[in-house]
């Protein structure tokens, strides 16, 4: 007891002293009883003053900020404790689809310095603090190691301090007000590709010279990747063939996609290690950023295995071919699709070329959907799967679809929606046919493994292109209802949307979406339009495609958030169940009692808020429990 009155004595001393003699430039301390720091400097105090057992301070504004003094330890015009750090920062290929390598921060007192090579610039950071109870803000929101994202374009300013601690700090229109209080440190950023001239450059040369003219059989060669000062260079041997379908011409002298095959897996560009991979052409014109930024929607979306895209300058035996994207080849692989046991594993591509072997295809019983069995290969790869295990095992989920079942247990139903959700986005016609429409089952012969859906493949009919002209792409089909295209297997599409599951899911996908990261993907389109602008130029040059992609970013930005905006209002309106506030498909009692909690603790209980305004006055307020309570009693 004695103790506390001396404290109480000192610091009213201490009072008396600030407000008799304040000193231009000067800070006060004030520490309270649970350790956390009160700031005040005094070019915004206006008056500190002690009545009725509190501490009153008054801002330059009028502000009024009072405390018990009970509360209160010490107050001192010396920093009382030192102030918590960073000790680490980085950008890591996990957190960051576009940071192929880790990139790791230099830290100079309370400056980190980071260079990363990557597309895009949003970044999402690991940091560590010094002390297990700090915290670190950036413009007021709290940052999480692992989780917050952000736009790195410029430096970045985090605020690194103890829970509570806060600051006097004069705001926007002179206004003042309490925020985080502590070291700051500043991040700056250095983007690679803002210094590059051009694009990644690689030369395929075959042995002897010799053309690659067939899709059949590979020609040696030796590969040399010029990073251009952004990615790692290599130089290897690989061997080279032609893909694809429409894109595939006999003509070596065409701009035809390949495949790569190297002899042991490699790390290009420093993604993550492989041995196949693959050169999109982009053939069709106006097609050249429809692959980037579909992939970069799959990643964002949460798409399994989503591809990686490079713009680079591709030569073949000295000769230029134009600009292609560099990216994985989908399959069950370290770089694709990985798996730790691959021994009943089973990836399949839903494609109507139906172009495999005899042994390595079969058609779908009912919806007759055919299917290429692209892994295992029959007759080479260790395996414990037969073409009629797979087949059965296929069939049942499908007929399972076709008579109205709960087919939940046959498919991984997040998964389903976030691939649904990517080709319903980016208007993919592909999946309709079937084309490109690959799914996996790590183990077949469990009856709980699910088939995936996924990696997303084969982008270019899509973003409205109407198989006419370049100018229908990002212009043309925002508003379209891609589930009721009709397309060979639009059918089975929408049998799948039968799926209340389903439906529900995506539906919160999409709610997410909307925001951040509708915005990074917009942001996305000009970022790699500005680095893959020389390639561009350098493919116009050489008659390949004369698109005016300049003017095709603002087109991909404005047609994304139209369409955007289209999908989730037409999901609004088949979601809403006025009423249903807890999200369970149905309107209950439990509902009023979840809304009335979020009436009283507000953010801190999660409510589905198109649900919850039942009177549709377009807020949630008390009067939405009078109004479902009456729906619940049959009050009209």
């Given amino acids: 007891m004695r103790n506390k009155t001396r404290n109480y004595i000192s610091i009213c001393i201490v009072l008396f002293l600030v407000m008799l003699a304040p000193v231009a430039g000067a800070t006060s301390y004030v520490t309270f009883n649970d350790g956390h720091l009160l700031v005040l400097p005094d070019e915004c105090v206006q008056t500190v003053s002690h009545d009725d057992g509190s501490l009153t301070i008054v801002a330059l504004d009028g502000s009024v900020f009072s405390y018990p003094m009970a509360d209160i330890e010490s107050i001192s015009d010396t920093l009382p404790r030192e102030l918590p750090s960073i000790t680490s920062y980085k950008f890591t290929n996990k957190?960051?689809?576009?940071?192929?390598?880790?990139?790791?921060?230099?830290?100079?007192?309370?400056?980190?310095?980071?260079?990363?090579?990557?597309?895009?610039?949003?970044?999402?950071?690991?940091?560590?603090?010094?002390?297990?109870?700090?915290?670190?803000?950036?413009?007021?929101?709290?940052?999480?190691?692992?989780?917050?994202?952000?736009?790195?374009?410029?430096?970045?300013?985090?605020?690194?301090?103890?829970?509570?601690?806060?600051?006097?700090?004069?705001?926007?229109?002179?206004?003042?007000?309490?925020?985080?209080?502590?070291?700051?440190?500043?991040?700056?950023?250095?983007?690679?590709?803002?210094?590059?001239?051009?694009?990644?450059?690689?030369?395929?040369?075959?042995?002897?010279?010799?053309?690659?003219?067939?899709?059949?059989?590979?020609?040696?060669?030796?590969?040399?990747?010029?990073?251009?000062?952004?990615?790692?260079?290599?130089?290897?041997s690989v061997q080279v063939r032609g893909r694809g379908n429409d894109s595939w011409s006999t003509n070596p002298n065409s701009k035809n996609p390949y495949r790569l095959k190297f002899a042991s897996k490699v790390k290009p560009f420093g993604m993550t290690k492989g041995k196949n991979w693959v050169l999109l052409a982009n053939k069709r014109k106006g097609s050249m950023m429809t692959n980037a930024i579909g992939m970069k929607a799959?990643?964002?979306?949460?798409?399994?295995?989503?591809?990686?895209?490079?713009?680079?300058?591709?030569?073949?035996n000295g000769?230029?071919?134009?600009?292609?994207?560099?990216?994985?080849?989908?399959?069950?692989?370290?770089?694709?699709?990985?798996?730790?046991?691959?021994?009943?594993?089973?990836?399949?591509?839903?494609?109507k070329y139906y172009d495999e072997a005899e042994t390595?295809?079969?058609?779908?019983?009912?919806?007759?959907?055919?299917?290429?069995?692209?892994?295992?290969?029959?007759?080479?790869?260790?395996?414990?799967?037969?073409?009629?295990?797979?087949?059965?095992?296929?069939?049942?989920?499908?007929?399972d679809v076709y008579d109205g079942n709960d087919y939940t247990g046959h498919v991984d139903i997040d998964q389903l929606a976030r691939f649904l959700m990517v080709n319903e986005l980016i208007l993919n016609r592909e999946i309709l046919h079937p084309k490109s429409t690959y799914c996996y089952n790590e183990n077949i012969l469990d009856p709980e493994s699910r088939f995936v859906f996924g990696p997303v493949w084969d982008l270019d009919w899509a973003f409205g292109y109407d198989g006419s002209t370049a100018a229908s792409y990002f212009v043309k089909s925002y508003l379209a209802d891609f589930f009721n295209i009709q397309i060979t297997q639009q059918p089975f599409y929408a049998a799948l949307l039968n799926s209340s599951a389903l439906k529900s899911r995506m539906y919160e996908l999409w709610k997410g979406f909307k925001g951040d990261d509708l915005d990074e993907l917009c942001e996305f389109c000009q970022d790699y339009y500005n680095y893959a602008r020389p390639s561009f130029s350098k493919n116009k040059a050489a008659a390949?495609?004369?698109?005016?992609?300049?003017?095709?970013?603002?087109?991909?930005?404005n047609w994304l958030r139209q369409r955007?905006?289209?999908?989730?209002?037409?999901?609004?309106?088949?979601?809403?169940?006025?009423?249903?506030?807890?999200?369970?498909?149905?309107?209950?009692?439990?509902?009023?009692s979840v809304l009335v909690d979020y009436l009283l603790q507000g953010d801190q209980v999660q409510i589905d808020l198109d649900n919850a305004d039942v009177d549709g006055d377009g807020e949630v307020t008390i009067s939405d429990v009078s109004a479902l309570i009456d729906k619940l009693l049959g009050v009209e």
């Fill in 360 to 399: 390595q295809k079969f058609m779908s019983t009912p919806y007759d959907i055919p299917v290429n069995i692209k892994s295992p290969e029959f007759g080479a790869d260790s395996t414990l799967l037969t073409l009629g295990v797979i087949q059965q095992r296929f069939n049942s989920f499908v007929a």
């Fill in 564 to 592: 955007s905006e289209f999908i989730f209002e037409k999901l609004v309106a088949e979601n809403l169940i006025l009423g249903d506030v807890d999200g369970d498909g149905e309107v209950s009692i439990s509902d009023v």
């Fill in 544 to 557: 390949l495609d004369g698109t005016d992609y300049a003017n095709q970013v603002t087109l991909a930005i």
């Fill in 319 to 351: 000769t230029y071919k134009g600009s292609y994207n560099f990216t994985e080849k989908v399959g069950l692989a370290g770089n694709s699709v990985d798996l730790d046991d691959e021994t009943a594993a089973a990836l399949l591509e839903l494609d």
């Fill in 298 to 316: 799959a990643s964002l979306i949460g798409t399994v295995a989503a591809n990686h895209i490079v713009p680079v300058d591709l030569y073949v």
């Fill in 95 to 236: 957190c960051n689809y576009q940071v192929y390598t880790d990139a790791v921060g230099v830290i100079e007192n309370d400056t980190i310095r980071i260079e990363v090579a990557g597309i895009g610039k949003r970044l999402t950071a690991t940091f560590s603090l010094s002390d297990n109870d700090a915290v670190a803000y950036v413009d007021g929101v709290l940052q999480q190691s692992k989780e917050s994202r952000m736009r790195f374009a410029g430096s970045k300013v985090y605020t690194v301090c103890h829970m509570g601690d806060m600051v006097l700090k004069e705001l926007e229109y002179g206004s003042y007000g309490l925020v985080p209080f502590g070291r700051n440190v500043v991040v700056d950023v250095d983007f690679l590709i803002d210094h590059s001239t051009s694009v990644p450059r690689i030369d395929i040369n075959t042995v002897g010279g010799v053309p690659i003219s067939s899709k059949e059989y590979y020609l040696d060669a030796e590969i040399i990747i010029d990073g251009a000062g952004v990615f790692p260079s290599m130089t290897d």
